[in-house]
């Protein structure tokens, strides 16, 4: 189902009571955004906490990552049951940050994709093209390419449940924010892509940009009519920024 949806990834930032305390503030200002979904995404080590603080609230709760192997002997591993243990129903995979530090391959998001659909967690993928690849106007042909070798495998049911994040690796974490015709274009080029291999499921899929996104920006992006939302970075780390951007719709 196409929701709004303002999704904060909190990357390796926050002690566990900073942490709780994020959680808590934004769960007490949710209330003014009842119009969009609001998830935070902390760190493995503060799920469980964090999930009790949002208890009784509207706002989700997401890890960052999982292990694509179900249980054993994969030490430093998180399995996606585990996650789930913990109450989180969303996971973000495929962020650059793991495609390019942690090595992570279609191969390997192909099966961390299974784990968290076998443990019922609703998968944030994301896609996106680096600098380069952009400046050499391959950016379509990257971001296609990025969904043709994962997402395109799930059935129907999966698919129905996955929110997509576009996120130019360009502007994660840079300052520098895609402009949002750019953001449009791809976001379009994106639920057109999905639309060949899942019709007008396509239509329903929400679709969120992340990259540098502020309070100051988030109109103008969220504004184009395939811009669903936003995966958040630094700005998630910030209550009233956080919350800006969710009234930015
Ligand atoms: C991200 O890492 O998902 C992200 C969008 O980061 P930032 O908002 O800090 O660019």
Redesign the pocket.
């Known amino acids: 189902m196409r929701k709004k949806i303002v999704a904060g990834?909190w990357?390796m930032n926050t002690s566990v009571t900073k942490g709780i305390e994020l959680a808590a503030a934004v769960a007490d200002k949710s209330k003014e955004t009842a119009n969009v979904l609001l998830i935070v995404a902390p760190p493995f080590t503060h799920l469980t906490k964090v999930g009790e603080q949002l208890k009784g609230s509207a706002v989700a709760l997401s890890a960052q990552n999982c292990a694509t192997e179900t249980s054993g002997a994969y030490t430093g591993e998180v399995a996606a049951s585990m996650i789930a243990d913990t109450g989180a129903t969303y996971c973000i995979l495929g962020?650059s940050?793991r495609r390019e530090y942690y090595g992570e391959t279609s191969e390997t998001l192909n099966k961390k994709l299974a784990q968290c659909f076998a443990s019922k967690l609703s998968p944030i993928f994301c896609v996106g093209e680096k600098l380069d690849e952009r400046e050499s106007n391959r950016h379509f042909e990257i971001v296609k390419a990025q969904l043709q070798s994962t997402v395109f495998n799930l059935s129907d049911e999966e698919f129905d449940q996955t929110i997509i994040a576009y996120?130019p690796v360009w502007?994660?974490?840079?300052g520098k924010t895609a402009m949002p015709e750019q953001a449009q274009e791809m976001h379009a080029f994106i639920r057109k892509t999905l639309a060949e291999k899942f019709g007008t499921k396509a239509d329903n899929i929400s679709i969120l940009y992340?990259?540098?996104?502020n309070p100051s920006n988030a109109k103008a992006l969220f504004s184009n009519p395939d811009v669903d939302g936003g995966?958040?970075?630094?700005?998630s780390l910030k209550v009233d920024d956080f919350l800006a951007i969710a009234k930015s719709f």
């Not at 992340?210 to 996104?213: K, L, N, R, T």
Request: with cysteine; hydrophobic share 30%; aromatic share 0%.
């Open positions: 990834n990357k962020h940050e996120e502007a994660i974490g840079t992340g990259g540098s996104c995966l958040i970075g630094g700005a």
